[in-house]
C-alpha cells in the first residue's frame, strides 16, 4: 500500500509539473509571434506598394496569431487597415506608387467606394497606381481598378462585364 501511494503521488506531481510546463512554453510561443508580427515596415527609396486584395473584406481587422500555423490562403483584410496604409504610402516620400491587385474581394460597394476614393485621393499627390489581374476581374474589382492609370489583364483571363440595369414589367390590359 505504501509503494501504490508513492507511486500515485510521483505520477499526480508528473502530471501537475508537465501540465505547468506545457502552459507556459504555449504563453511563450504565442506571445512571441504576436510581438514579432508587429515589426514596422522600413521602406526603401523607389519602393512601389503592393495593395494585394484577394479574400474578404471586414470592417475592422483581428488579428490572430494562430492564422501563420494554419495557412489559410483566404485572407480577411480589414478596411481600417487598408485606409490607413494607403495614407501612410501617400505620405511617404519613399513610394513613388501603387500595385493593385485584386481579382476576387468579397465586400460591398459601399467598401469599395471608400477604397475607391482613398486610392483618388493617393492619386492627387501625384503618385501613380497600376492595376493588374491574373485571373480576370469581376465587376467589383473592375470597379475598383478603374482608378488605375493602367489597367492590365492577362490576355488568356475572361473578362465579363454585364453592367448594371433595371426594367419595368409592363403588361397589357392588367
Same mark, same amino acid.
Given at each position: 500500500m505504501k509503494?501504490?501511494?508513492?507511486?500515485?503521488?510521483?505520477?499526480?506531481?508528473?502530471? &501537475?509539473?508537465? @501540465?505547468?510546463?506545457? !502552459?507556459? #512554453? +504555449? &504563453?511563450?510561443? @504565442?506571445?512571441?509571434? !504576436?510581438? #514579432? +508580427?508587429?515589426?514596422?515596415?522600413?521602406?526603401?527609396?523607389? #519602393?512601389?506598394?503592393?495593395?494585394d486584395l484577394n479574400g474578404a473584406l471586414a470592417e475592422r481587422s483581428q488579428d490572430n496569431p494562430f492564422d501563420?500555423?494554419?495557412?489559410?490562403?483566404?485572407?480577411?483584410?480589414?478596411?481600417?487597415?487598408?485606409?490607413?496604409?494607403?495614407?501612410?504610402?501617400?505620405?511617404?516620400?519613399?513610394i513613388k506608387g501603387i500595385y493593385l491587385q485584386a481579382s476576387s474581394l468579397g465586400t460591398s460597394y459601399a467598401s469599395l467606394q471608400e477604397i475607391r476614393n482613398a486610392l483618388l485621393d493617393f492619386k492627387e499627390s501625384g503618385k501613380f497606381i497600376y492595376s493588374y489581374s491574373n485571373l480576370g476581374y469581376s465587376q467589383k474589382s473592375y470597379y475598383l481598378a478603374t482608378?488605375?492609370?493602367?489597367?492590365?489583364?492577362?490576355?488568356?483571363?475572361?473578362?465579363l462585364l454585364t453592367g448594371m440595369s433595371s426594367s419595368i414589367s409592363f403588361y397589357k390590359e392588367t
Open positions: 509503494d501504490f501511494l508513492k507511486f500515485t503521488f510521483a505520477t499526480i506531481t508528473g502530471i &501537475i509539473v508537465s @501540465v505547468v510546463v506545457l !502552459v507556459f #512554453s +504555449s &504563453i511563450l510561443v @504565442v506571445f512571441s509571434m !504576436v510581438s #514579432s +508580427s508587429e515589426s514596422e515596415t522600413q521602406v526603401r527609396k523607389n #519602393s512601389i506598394m503592393m495593395l501563420a500555423l494554419m495557412g489559410d490562403n483566404y485572407k480577411t483584410y480589414g478596411l481600417d487597415d487598408i485606409l490607413s496604409s494607403i495614407k501612410k504610402a501617400k505620405e511617404n516620400e519613399n482608378v488605375a492609370d493602367k489597367i492590365f489583364v492577362n490576355p488568356e483571363t475572361p473578362l
